[in-house]
């Protein structure tokens, strides 16, 4: 509904400021404090890795996709000695590999182990709990800092059950909302790294966001619409049955596309970017095609004759990939569209596909499967 905008000096803005920010460090299961930024998500890494690490300090990133590569590249244009972790872009982290990487590191103490929940380029969810517990089992005393950008709002995260340091999410993911809220979910050592962090920095600092109240914690003018939209997401959420009921959602939706697209592969033409389907996604599938087929042709053709859209393949996946997100404000009716026009693109690419997608996808979102 449109309205004005409001006077954010208000009572009324502060405490729907207030219950908003509180009820979605309830969601994140954070005891911590919640910092919010009026930026995309690069802003909450940016916030996150300048606050909690000095220029010189060992981070360990795992790089599992173009984004958490990116995310390295940002750490290392601030100063930081970054160790990384590869993956193949096809798997998560590997509990055992990290293991040994952590128990060989030498030279400086690694200060932080950076990981992204869900790789949205890719499609590959990692375990935090094995990564957790890889940390405790070595009673190593690196941070935990995890982008759940593409997982928050879509699959089950407990930020204190899994000792997260930080946890950063966005507004324009699970949300369902426009771009432009970031967070920063932390916990009281990553406070603490904070206020004994040398490092100068002015409108991402935490101390001047922490010690200070109402719209003032978004260091200057407060992001009011979408403010207002977070609430109103929220009170979807509730409405829902609460974030469990939101990401059981996700899942049986995730998991009528899968079955689609395992359909889909029989073919031998298409097939999953992440390789163990116990790390795939609940909020974007990602899709490799063929080296014969293009895959933004298929695209194209969703988007210009059926009106839908979907991800490109983004760095090596570039042209060899499409990604399907299902994530936010989806139901089954939406799902089986979406599914049917993808199945039609595909057919119109003339890109072989096995039979039965959409019939396994039915049954799988059908009653007598639930």
Known sequence: ???????????????????????????????????????????????????????????????????????GEMCEAHGLDVQWFETSWQRGVDPDALRDALSAESGAKIQGVLVAHTETSTGVTSDLAAIRDVLDDLDHSALLVVDSIASFGCAPLDVDELGVDACLAVSQKGLMMPVGLAFSGISERAVEAAYANPRRRFYWDWRRRLEVEGYRTFCGTPPIHHIFGLNEALSMFEEEGGIHAVTNRHRRLATAVRVAVQAWSSAGAIEFNAVNEHERSDSVTCVRVGPEYDADQVIEVARDKYNLTMGKGIGPLAGSAFRIGHLGDLNVPMILGALGAIETSLRTCRIPIGGGGLEAAAEELSDVSS
């Open 1 to 71: 509904m449109a309205r004005p905008a409001v006077d954010f000096g208000t009572e009324d803005f502060g405490l729907l400021l207030g219950s908003s920010l509180k009820t979605l460090n309830q969601y994140m299961a954070n005891s911590g404090p919640l910092i919010g930024y009026t930026s995309t998500g690069h802003g909450a890494w940016e916030a996150t890795v300048t606050n909690m690490f000095d220029v010189g300090a060992s981070v360990l990133l795992c790089d599992s996709g173009h984004f958490s590569h990116r995310w």
